[in-house]
């Protein structure tokens, strides 16, 4: 995960190698979170099978596609432009069609087609396998549209391309929608609910990523913690399952332990954690596999106990100290960053002081943080109203980050004179004599190149660092390698 200290929403043009049998281009955008990027690939493997290669560039394409996040107003302002910016090309160029994806898709549905008309197809997270019927719709002149939510569909059987890869890191999605109903998140009705993927698909894929050359993998999930396999079904339905069903059941912690055990030289980590739901086994699985990363995104959203209750944060701040305090104990040099929002509806300064002094406690590597974002269909939105001025807003949000800052700058400092096992991904963009990697705490790294390569494993030693990056030399190759 990239780290990131204020408000800041990523497109990505994904791009895959040419197919000579295939005679049409696509060229798809992907904005917000990992899921998002990992869906994206799904959805170029999905529609290599019909006919199209993908293409970075927009001028080459038929079919436009833009994968899409509802989870602040700025994202979908992004991608608004975007679309306005594709259908003016379509004034010069006819024949290209343009289909938005992903949660932005599920929250408007048709509205995009029939009122706004900026698009010729909606297709919502649980329908990617529909989009060869859905694409022949508008090549017959028709609008189509699929935003049905599924209770059983994980793209467990469908092997994602790589796009834009640097061929050592990966995203393994393992779980898909989220049960948490926090008041401020759409999530649950643009992904639906949590339901998990095959534990032997995963590691199957796992082992397909190594004898790739692939060397780390992140598996990723809306909460992947709440990961429980007992055959498939909603996670809802767990209890009505069978004493046999029961008894076989793989958690995360197992999920963890199968992967780490597959692969013992790739490295292993997990986005997105709940700390209501991450439980004591977990914090020991990682404390047991050397391969497991030691870093852990817990977002934890406010420091208020009474502002955790009104966005339905099932923990309190002492519940989350404890954990904190549990991942110190058992992962010591383990790395915790976190999601905070500010000005969320009825929070006062009091609220605001508490989530600084829960900062100042945890003392976290690094964060991402924002100004609170009404969303529409949201509980938030429809029973609180949003009553926090935005000055008041963004001097709480720039506190946050300033503090962030501070706490990030203390914890590189940490790492000063150590010699830590860095995997190289590429080139630094500052310098290309230089490499740039990531240590187990999910800290990126630049080196000098001297004969090293991409995708292998070294140790460097640190000499020097910003709040956050670490500079240093090579040492000498890792024994993962």
Same mark, same amino acid.
């Given at each position: ?186 999530? !649950?009705?643009?992904? @639906?609910?949590? %339901? ?7 590691? +199957?894929?796992?082992? *397909?990523?190594? =004898? ?86 817990? !977002?934890?959203?406010? @420091?208020?106990? %009474? ?7 099932? +923990?309190?701040?002492? *519940?989350?100290? =404890? ?159």
């Amino acid at each position: 995960m990239e780290k990131i200290i204020e408000e800041k929403n990523q497109g990505t043009a994904l791009t895959l190698e040419k197919d000579q049998k295939n005679t049409r281009n696509l060229y798809i955008e992907s904005y917000g979170c990992q899921m998002n990027f990992s869906d994206s690939e799904i959805v170029a493997s999905i529609l290599a099978q019909e006919g199209f290669n993908t293409t970075n560039s927009l001028e080459e394409a038929d079919l436009v596609l833009v994968n899409t996040c509802s989870i602040r107003e700025k994202a979908e302002q992004t991608v608004r432009k975007r679309l306005e910016k594709f259908n003016a090309v379509k004034k010069t160029r006819p024949h290209i069609r343009v289909g938005v994806l992903g949660c932005m898709a599920e929250r408007l549905k048709s509205k995009l087609l029939e009122e706004e008309r900026i698009v010729d197809m909606v297709v919502g997270p649980d329908a990617y396998k529909d989009l060869p019927n859905l694409i022949r719709e508008i090549d017959e002149g028709r609008n189509a549209v699929n935003v049905i939510l599924s209770k059983d569909e994980t793209y467990g059987d469908v092997a994602p391309v790589r796009l834009n890869s640097n061929g050592v890191t990966a995203f393994v999605s393992i779980t898909r929608g989220c049960d948490n109903m926090c008041t401020f998140c759409v999530v !649950p009705f643009t992904r @639906g609910r949590e %339901r998990s993927r095959d534990p032997q698909s995963i590691v +199957h894929e796992v082992n *397909e990523l190594w =004898e790739k050359g692939y060397r780390e993998v992140t598996l990723l999930g809306q909460n992947v913690d709440s990961y429980l396999w007992y055959g498939g079904g909603l996670k809802k339905d767990f209890d009505a399952a069978s004493a046999i069903q029961k008894a076989t059941a793989v958690n995360f912690s197992n999920l963890l332990a199968l992967v780490a055990e597959a692969q013992p030289r790739m490295r292993i980590r997990f986005s997105t954690s709940n700390p209501q739901d991450m439980t004591l086994d977990v914090i020991e699985t990682m404390a047991r596999f050397k391969n497991i990363c030691n870093y852990i995104h817990l !977002p934890v959203q406010s @420091g208020s106990d %009474r502002i955790l209750k009104a966005m339905n944060r099932l +923990h309190t701040r002492e *519940e989350y100290f =404890e954990l904190i305090n549990n991942i110190r104990k058992i992962i010591p040099d383990c790395a915790i960053s976190q999601d905070i929002i500010t000005g969320f509806p009825t929070e006062t300064e009091e609220d605001h002081q508490d989530t600084l002094s829960l900062m100042e406690y945890v003392k976290y590597d690094f964060g991402f943080m924002f100004a609170y974002s009404e969303r529409p269909g949201t509980l938030a939105a429809r029973k609180l109203m949003d009553n926090i001025p935005e000055e008041a807003k963004k001097r709480r949000l720039s506190e946050v980050i300033d503090l962030q800052l501070k706490h990030s700058l203390q914890r590189t400092k940490e790492h000063l004179g150590k010699i830590e096992e860095v995997l190289i991904e590429g080139t630094s963009k500052k310098s290309e004599l230089q490499w740039m990697g990531r240590n187990s705490q999910n800290t990126v790294v630049v080196f000098p190149k001297e004969n090293y390569a991409v995708g292998e494993f070294v140790m460097v030693r640190i000499e020097d660092c910003t709040s956050a990056t670490l500079m240093g030399k090579a040492v000498g190759y890792s024994e993962n390698n």
